[in-house]
């Protein structure tokens, strides 16, 4: 990474600009917020991509917040319906690699904006597909999947621009808080208006038009052009202090032309930090999409097995189970994702290995917590929601150490296409197959019995089972991480 102190430090590369900004060769304020202070500026656009973020994972957890009622309507198999999730997923994560691509080197004001639009108009055309159209509406999530790649992969890297390693951490943990807000918010939505409605399909209706909002808001609030402050990020050590003082760059200076994608991947290969903690991303990726989609179908038929709600025989099945359990998600994510950036903020000052530490202790626990819920799931009720909200309290500790680990042992000038890289890996072999792969699992384990109650509860009760060796595995990658992170960081800055 020498190179990248070089590219900083020649005069020429400052007059250069690239994407909206090309062939420009101006430097003066493109929207009316470029009068208000820096930090209020920054603040500003921190809100806007929060807004953003929340309808991103809306729109992620509509499907799953009326699973039950979809199932109905389509009449799918668990296998079946499974494959939504996955689908959505599979496009969103080879969608990924593209939008980091550009991301690195065009406007990402355009690309954002882009990206809400899109997702929002395919959002809005499935609410009106029939039961005969089931591959469309498959279709549909896998459009929408494409529209919030650009989102996620985006958004975090203007974060990073915006913030230093001081404050990088907090800003990015309150970013990710709506990851766990708009999941829940998500469930809640979907079962609510699919309630008050009597048809699910008005809950893909709502969400479009928070998404016209917050496309205005971009427009309106973001500087088309942003700061890539990568000189500021490398001087600083992790605790804050100035090593090396290095101009900023100018807004949009062209450096990404200096190496190839395939030079940048490879990098990125040979970043053993980078490497071990995505794995163990992938891991938490793979628990947290079968948990999304299954978890509330899960607990409504260990309710009926239990004789506490009759089977769902109308055309409109109960959602209070999707609403607790949106709840349980907003609060335990919420919570969790506060705790994992104080205790990461704490323990940095005593150990530079704290990060990997803090992500491979909370995965052990919640592997511990979601085994010992499925257990208590027939006979308790009450215990297994306990025991599934410590779980996701848990996995939610990591979201926001995990990007900043990302961005401290990446050089920044790598950040979009490593987001990116990180995404399609963990969503590949993560959350891309997990809905599908309990689904399959369930449906093999049904066809070996006579049809009943008892077994359709039990078959998603052992696939299941996977989902807590997988968050032992991710721990395991995460204590790998804290062997090589010190390493990186410091090959990071130079």
Same mark, same amino acid.
């Given at each position: 990474?020498?190179?990248?102190?070089?590219?900083?430090?020649?005069?020429?590369?400052?007059?250069?600009?690239?994407?909206?900004?090309?062939?420009?060769?101006?430097?003066?304020?493109?929207?009316?917020?470029?009068?208000?202070?820096?930090?209020?500026?920054?603040?500003?656009?921190?809100?806007?991509?929060?807004?953003?973020?929340?309808?991103?994972?809306?729109?992620?957890?509509?499907?799953?917040?009326?699973?039950?009622?979809?199932?109905?309507?389509?009449?799918?198999?668990?296998?079946?319906?499974?494959?939504?999730?996955?689908?959505?997923?599979?496009?969103?994560?080879?969608?990924?690699?593209?939008?980091?691509?550009?991301?690195?080197?065009?406007?990402?004001?355009?690309?954002?904006?882009?990206?809400?639009?899109?997702?929002?108009?395919?959002?809005?055309?499935?609410?009106?597909?029939?039961?005969?159209?089931?591959?469309?509406?498959?279709?549909?999530?896998?459009?929408?999947?494409?529209?919030?790649?650009?989102?996620?992969?985006?958004?975090?890297?203007?974060?990073?621009?915006?913030?230093?390693?001081?404050?990088?951490?907090?800003?990015?943990?309150?970013?990710?808080?709506?990851?766990?807000?708009?999941?829940?918010?998500?469930?809640?939505?979907?079962?609510?208006?699919?309630?008050?409605?009597?048809?699910?399909?008005?809950?893909?209706?709502?969400?479009?038009?928070?998404?016209?909002?917050?496309?205005?808001?971009?427009?309106?609030?973001?500087?088309?052009?942003?700061?890539?402050?990568?000189?500021?990020?490398?001087?600083?050590?992790?605790?804050?202090?100035?090593?090396?003082?290095?101009?900023?760059?100018?807004?949009?200076?062209?450096?990404?032309?200096?190496?190839?994608?395939?030079?940048?991947?490879?990098?990125?290969?040979?970043?053993?930090?980078?490497?071990?903690?995505?794995?163990?991303?992938?891991?938490?990726?793979?628990?947290?999409?079968?948990?999304?989609?299954?978890?509330?179908?899960?607990?409504?038929?260990?309710?009926?097995?239990?004789?506490?709600?009759?089977?769902?025989?109308?055309?409109?099945?109960?959602?209070?189970?999707?609403?607790?359990? @949106? !709840?349980?998600?907003?609060?335990?994510?919420? &919570?969790? /994702?506060?705790?994992?950036? %104080?205790? #990461? +903020? $704490?323990?940095?000052?005593?150990?530079?290995?704290?990060?990997?530490?803090?992500?491979?202790?909370?995965?052990?626990?919640?592997?511990?917590?979601?085994?010992?819920?499925?257990?208590?799931?027939?006979?308790?009720?009450?215990?297994?929601?306990?025991?599934?909200?410590?779980?996701?309290?848990?996995?939610?500790?990591?979201?926001?150490?995990?990007?900043?680990?990302?961005?401290?042992?990446?050089?920044?000038?790598?950040?979009?296409?490593?987001?990116?890289?990180?995404?399609?890996?963990?969503?590949?072999?993560?959350?891309?197959?997990?809905?599908?792969?309990?689904?399959?699992?369930?449906?093999?384990?049904?066809?070996?019995?006579?049809?009943?109650?008892?077994?359709?509860?039990?078959?998603?009760?052992?696939?299941?089972?996977?989902?807590?060796?997988?968050?032992?595995? @991710? !721990?395991?990658?995460?204590?790998?991480?804290? &062997?090589? /992170?010190?390493?990186?960081? %410091?090959? #990071? +800055? $130079?």
């Amino acid at each position: 990474e020498h190179e990248d102190t070089d590219l900083l430090l020649q005069p020429q590369l400052e007059g250069e600009n690239y994407g909206a900004a090309a062939g420009d060769g101006t430097q003066g304020p493109s929207v009316s917020v470029s009068r208000i202070s820096p930090t209020k500026r920054n603040c500003l656009v921190v809100a806007v991509l929060c807004f953003g973020n929340l309808i991103n994972f809306i729109d992620w957890f509509l499907v799953p917040g009326i699973l039950l009622d979809i199932q109905k309507y389509f009449g799918l198999s668990d296998g079946e319906t499974g494959l939504l999730q996955t689908v959505f997923t599979l496009c969103y994560m080879l969608a990924a690699p593209i939008f980091g691509y550009l991301g690195d080197r065009y406007n990402r004001k355009i690309i954002l904006g882009a990206g809400i639009f899109f997702w929002s108009g395919v959002t809005l055309g499935s609410s009106f597909i029939t039961e005969l159209h089931y591959w469309t509406f498959v279709l549909s999530r896998g459009l929408v999947g494409i529209g919030s790649a650009s989102y996620s992969t985006i958004a975090p890297t203007i974060i990073a621009d915006l913030f230093e390693e001081g404050k990088r951490t907090t800003v990015l943990s309150i970013f990710y808080i709506f990851i766990p807000v708009g999941s829940g918010c998500g469930y809640i939505l979907a079962a609510g208006v699919a309630e008050s409605t009597g048809d699910w399909h008005w809950a893909f209706r709502v969400t479009p038009c928070m998404g016209g909002l917050a496309l205005l808001l971009l427009i309106l609030l973001v500087p088309h052009r942003m700061q890539r402050r990568t000189a500021a990020h490398r001087a600083r050590s992790i605790s804050g202090t100035i090593r090396r003082e290095v101009p900023d760059e100018k807004p949009d200076v062209h450096r990404a032309s200096k190496t190839t994608w395939c030079q940048d991947v490879g990098s990125l290969v040979q970043n053993c930090s980078f490497v071990c903690s995505s794995l163990g991303l992938t891991a938490m990726a793979f628990v947290t999409g079968a948990l999304g989609v299954w978890m509330p179908l899960f607990l409504y038929r260990a309710q009926v097995v239990q004789g506490i709600v009759p089977p769902c025989l109308q055309k409109s099945c109960n959602s209070s189970i999707s609403l607790i359990f @949106g !709840g349980i998600t907003i609060g335990t994510g919420i &919570l969790g /994702i506060i705790a994992g950036a %104080e205790a #990461a +903020r $704490r323990l940095r000052k005593i150990n530079n290995k704290a990060d990997p530490l803090i992500c491979a202790t909370s995965m052990f626990m919640s592997a511990l917590c979601l085994y010992i819920a499925l257990m208590v799931a027939q006979t308790n009720i009450l215990s297994t929601f306990i025991f599934i909200a410590f779980g996701e309290l848990f996995l939610s500790v990591n979201w926001a150490v995990v990007t900043d680990i990302l961005l401290y042992v990446v050089t920044p000038r790598r950040q979009s296409t490593a987001i990116a890289l990180q995404i399609l890996v963990s969503h590949l072999l993560g959350d891309a197959g997990s809905p599908y792969l309990i689904g399959i699992i369930s449906n093999a384990i049904q066809a070996g019995s006579r049809p009943s109650l008892q077994w359709s509860f039990r078959s998603m009760q052992y696939s299941f089972v996977i989902c807590a060796f997988v968050g032992v595995l @991710g !721990g395991g990658f995460f204590l790998l991480t804290s &062997l090589y /992170i010190e390493e990186d960081r %410091e090959e #990071a +800055r $130079r």
